[in-house]
């Protein structure tokens, strides 16, 4: 399917749901849901600088992540090729970047992560859309190397497989997984970032069942029940009342202003976005 991708547009639920900047705290939550598969924890055990590159490897995801949803036909190729360069060495005894079935983890832990915190903050999605958002998943998956036909073609379908994997053995089952989990929760990083790593395991800590806790050895604490209800009181209303250079990603608002809205965009205009 290379060369044949057609952009998400504004009518999209993918641009609908991956504007919400408030989406992205559901990252800590989909970081280590991914690692506990023992193909990645050992794949990014072996091929990532996980404990000292945390920051780094953060802002690639989410580049090549908003590069597919809200890009042009050129960037995304851009992204499907970097990517596939990324993956081939990523192999070895028990794992590779290139099974099916890992990858259609790691992507089903970034659509429930987005999903949890579209409705959770910002209004509830109809069956029709979550599964229209599945299938847009299924073409933006590809990008990254996963069969489309791997995603399964309703959300409830797709909530069957999310509940049965969490359910499972597989996940946590390596001693990796452990490892690799608490590096990405409390990460060799520069100070700023360590004193937000409580909160970033209170956010990872609410969406894992306490049987995945206990196998990767993630203690709870008092911080994740006042930090979520905390979230839940304020942010609510700060999105609906935020100006949307605050509320909304970057790259979207990017998209919108040259012109993939049908909106002819000035050159001084774009000479001050590009200096931006």
């Known amino acids: 399917m290379a060369g044949e991708f057609i952009p998400f547009g504004p009518d999209s639920m993918m641009w609908r749901i991956n504007r919400e900047r408030v989406v992205l705290l559901a990252g800590p939550a989909a970081a280590v ?31 090549s992540v908003y590069s597919v949803a809200f890009g042009t036909s050129e960037e995304v190729e851009r992204v499907r090729d970097g990517v596939a360069r990324a993956h ?20 089903a832990t970034l659509i429930m ?4 915190m579209y409705q959770r903050f910002v209004g509830k999605l109809t069956v ?21 036909g791997m995603l399964p073609k309703s959300w409830s379908g797709f ?17 990796l997984c452990a490892e690799v989990a608490n590096a990405v929760i409390k990460p060799q990083a520069p100070w700023f970032m360590s004193v937000l ?10 969406y894992l069942p306490p049987t995945l806790r206990e196998h990767l050895r993630i203690d709870s ?21 935020a100006p949307e250079n ?30 931006a």
């Open 221 to 241: 604490g008092p911080l994740t029940g006042i930090l979520w209800s905390t979230l839940d009181r304020i942010l609510p209303s700060l999105i609906r009342f």
């Open 33 to 63: 849901l991914q690692v506990a598969h023992p193909q990645v924890a050992m794949g990014v055990a072996a091929h990532s600088k996980f404990r000292t590159d945390s920051v780094g490897r953060l802002h690639r995801t989410l580049e």
């Open 128 to 148: 029709p859309e979550l599964d229209r958002f599945l299938e847009e998943n299924a073409r933006f998956g590809e990008v990254f190397g996963l069969d489309p």
């Open 197 to 206: 790593s409580p909160a970033f395991r209170a956010m990872a800590i609410e």
């Open 88 to 107: 081939r060495p990523v192999q070895g005894e028990g794992y590779s970047a290139f099974d099916q079935d890992t990858q259609l983890w790691v992507l």
């Open 246 to 275: 605050l509320r909304y990603a970057p790259r979207y608002l990017h998209a919108r202003r040259m012109g993939l809205l049908g909106v002819p965009v000035a050159k001084d205009q774009r000479r001050s976005e590009h200096g």
């Open 113 to 116: 992560g987005s999903v949890n």
């Open 159 to 175: 909530e069957r497989y999310y509940a049965e994997t969490l359910s499972g053995p597989l996940l946590g089952s390596h001693p």
